[in-house]
Each structure stands twice: as structure tokens, then as C-alpha cells.
DNA sequence: CAGCAGGGGGCGC
DNA sequence: CGCCCCCTGCTGT
């Protein structure tokens, strides 16, 4: 749920969330999987944050020796959220506190390993798929915070977007990192500032994906474009793209999709589609949306509430769409999708259809689809 | 064919 | 900014 998404993000660093949204399960059988970054500066280094089986991690820490052995997810296909945190060390000090390796056994998941980085461009953190192939970590994932190259061999993940690149140098010489469900490692100095790195390996779902940004499986422009905006601040940096010319309308931009609009305060709401924040939330079963009026909606589906009734029968909706198309199959028996070179029409756009002259099925996109219908339907047959 | 959720245009405050 | 209305997409029966 997204909900929990959200609040996982908001938990102490190093874990992995099961962020699997119920309403995703579909999307996510699509394949494949993603890395993705996500800094935050909001650290939260809580040391009684739960490891493993429940066990406070800064206590596995210290009765493990710094030397954890993490089991992987058993739901398969889940989300795979693996925060990794900066560490802050003194000169000399060339030991991460006995967690400086972590060898993490995946059936068919990410081994990850961190490094000592005895330079600046070493890499820090190195990613590596496979069950514990330490002797193989040069064909893993190099990960280089300070420089923010990234260079992958043979990793399953698809993609991997970079938030915020505000890591200062001296901050980036060191990484400890933890994959592991509800895993955390404990902060090397408290009361200090924290970057936070998130490291997301998920299912691919699909470039709309507006709803949970950090999945996608579109082209490397489109990641850019779609690259997940966790903070404010940025996401007002990010809207303000506009071009104005003399006696011309101002046309306001989304830098992150190709949604334009006329009116700002379009653009501010629509904006919001590219946050997780769902601030309406069902007293009945704690769903979050975005809107409230999605979230009355919702309310209406418990409560039976159905304000929109037909005039023409005793049906009645949540919605007035639910109505209108109601009103189109019974009564109207408007079918707006109509081909032109022949009697076929529909009331909705299916998004396979059977050619009624030639029963080819069209398997397009519903986009094209709806050009296909809507104008020279066999010239795609 | 209906249920449900998400998003955008338009409008009033 | 909040809300209404409409449309769209996905899903289940």
C-alpha cells in the first residue's frame, strides 16, 4: 500500500521494504528488476530499529561480530529496498566499525558488499547477482558515490536514477551498507547529518508507473524524465519550467513528463502525481489518495453511497464516468469508437481488438489503437 | 457490463 | 486552492 511505501521511506536507513503495493501485483509480473537511487537527508539512524526476526539490528551488530549474514526476501517478486547510508570516519580509521563486508546469500537476488574505499574513486559499494561470489566482485556493480559513476556488468537490474548528487567528498570516502529485510546498521556519529542513499531493486512495471516512479522499464530518456522526486524542495525546482513570449499564452511545463498546461496551479496539482504523498486517508481501511476527492470516492464504495443515479433505470454509481458509460450500454447506446470502414463500434477501447473485416487482432498499444479506430483502421491489419 | 482508481479541465471562492 | 465533472485505464464478473 502505498501508505506503507511511504512511511517505509521515511524509516531509518538500511532495509529492505516489502513495498509490494497489492494493486501492483500485476504490473510487477511484467519482469525484470531495477536498481534505483534515492538520497534523502532526513537521517534517521534509530539503533533500535528491528533487524532481522525482529532482533534490534545495532544488537545483531554487536552479538554478530559485524559480520551479517542476511537472508533474502521469501515473498518472491517483492520489492527490494536497500538503503545504504554514508559513514562519516576519522582519518585512520579504516575499519567500518566490523560492517565494513557484507555478504548477503540471494537465491537469485543482489549480492552487495561494501568496500573499504581507500580512495576517493574507489568504488564504495559494489552490487554484485549471484550467491556469494566474493571472488567475483570486479563483474559485479561498482558504485561510486562520490563520483556518481555508476558501472554495471550482468546485473539483473534494469535502471538506476540518481535523486540528488549533493554528496559532499569528504562524506562519500565511506559507505556501510545493509540488504536485508529490516536491517540497520547503527550510525557511526550521532547528531550529525546524514545522506542516505536508497537502493531500490524492483519489478519492472511500465512507463506510466506515475504512481510509484522509481519502476520503469522505460528508454534511458524517459528514466530521466521519470526519475523519482522524494523531496519538495526539488519538486518545486522542477516545475517551474515555462515559455513565455510576447502576447503569447504561458505554457507550463512538467519536467519530468510531457504533461503541459496553460495554468500553474494545473501543473502544481498535477506535479503531485509525481510525489507519494497521499495525504486522504480512509478512516475505514486507511488507504491513502492523493485527492480528496478520490478518497470520497472510496469512502462512497464502503458506505454504498452511489450519488450518481440513472434517470432511466434504478442503477446507481460512485462515479458519474461509471454512470456515463452505464447510460452508453443501456440506454444511449452510444458507441463512440467507431471504425470507419466498417459498421464495428464499441462503446470503450479495448485494448485487443478483433478486426471485424479481416479478424486479425490488433494488439496495439490503446493509444494507437484509438488512432487506429478513429481514422484507417486496416492499414495497420 | 460494472467497480474502482487516477488524472486533468474548468470554475468558484 | 478546493471542488465538480468528465474521461481514461485496469480489473473482475
Request: proline share 5%.
Amino acid at each position: 500500500m502505498m501508505a506503507s511505501q511511504d512511511s517505509a521511506l521515511l524509516e531509518p536507513f538500511t532495509k529492505i521494504k516489502g513495498a509490494e503495493r497489492p494493486g501492483d501485483k500485476a504490473r510487477e509480473d511484467d519482469g525484470g528488476g531495477k536498481i534505483s537511487w534515492v538520497k534523502e537527508r532526513n537521517s534517521i539512524c534509530d539503533p533500535d530499529a528491528e533487524g532481522l526476526n525482529g532482533t534490534p539490528l545495532a544488537k545483531q551488530l554487536e552479538e554478530g561480530g559485524g559480520n551479517l549474514e542476511l537472508s533474502p526476501s521469501p515473498v518472491q517478486g517483492e520489492k527490494h529496498l536497500i538503503m545504504l547510508q554514508t559513514v562519516h570516519l576519522k582519518e585512520g580509521e579504516d575499519d567500518l566499525q566490523g560492517v565494513s563486508q557484507l555478504n548477503i546469500q540471494q537465491q537469485s537476488g543482489v549480492h552487495m558488499v561494501v568496500q573499504r574505499g581507500a580512495g576517493v574513486l574507489q568504488p564504495l559499494v559494489v552490487v554484485q547477482q549471484g550467491v556469494g561470489a566474493q571472488q567475483n566482485l570486479p563483474t559485479g556493480v561498482a558504485i561510486s558515490i562520490q563520483d556518481g559513476v555508476y558501472t554495471f556488468h550482468d546485473v539483473e537490474v534494469m535502471q538506476i536514477n540518481v535523486l540528488q548528487e549533493k554528496v559532499q567528498i569528504d562524506r562519500s570516502k565511506d559507505l556501510h551498507a545493509v540488504e536485508g529485510k529490516g536491517q540497520q546498521l547503527p550510525p557511526n556519529e550521532e547528531g550529525r547529518e546524514k545522506d542516505i542513499f536508497t537502493v531500490e531493486k524492483a519489478k519492472i512495471l511500465s512507463c506510466k508507473a506515475k504512481d510509484d516512479m522509481s519502476v520503469s522499464h522505460c528508454e534511458p530518456k524517459e528514466q530521466e524524465e521519470q526519475a523519482v522526486i522524494k523531496n519538495t524542495d526539488t519538486l518545486e525546482a522542477q516545475k517551474n519550467t515555462q515559455h513565455r513570449k510576447k502576447g503569447e499564452k504561458v505554457i507550463f511545463h512538467c519536467d519530468l513528463c510531457a504533461f503541459t498546461s496553460l495554468r500553474m496551479s494545473s501543473l502544481n496539482r498535477h506535479m503531485k502525481t509525481h510525489s507519494d504523498e497521499k495525504p486522504h486517508v480512509c478512516h475505514l481501511c486507511l488507504k491513502a489518495f492523493r485527492t480528496v476527492t478520490l478518497l470520497r470516492n472510496h469512502v462512497n464504495t464502503h458506505t454504498g453511497t452511489r450519488p450518481y443515479k440513472c434517470s432511466d433505470c434504478e442503477m446507481a454509481f460512485v462515479t458519474s464516468g461509471e454512470l456515463a458509460r452505464h447510460r452508453r450500454y443501456k440506454h444511449t447506446l452510444e458507441k463512440p469508437f467507431k471504425c470507419s470502414m466498417c459498421k464495428y463500434s464499441s462503446v470503450e477501447v479495448m485494448p485487443d481488438m478483433l478486426c471485424p473485416i479481416c479478424s486479425c487482432v490488433q494488439t496495439l498499444p490503446v493509444l494507437l489503437f484509438k488512432i487506429w479506430s478513429l481514422n484507417s483502421p486496416h492499414a495497420l491489419c
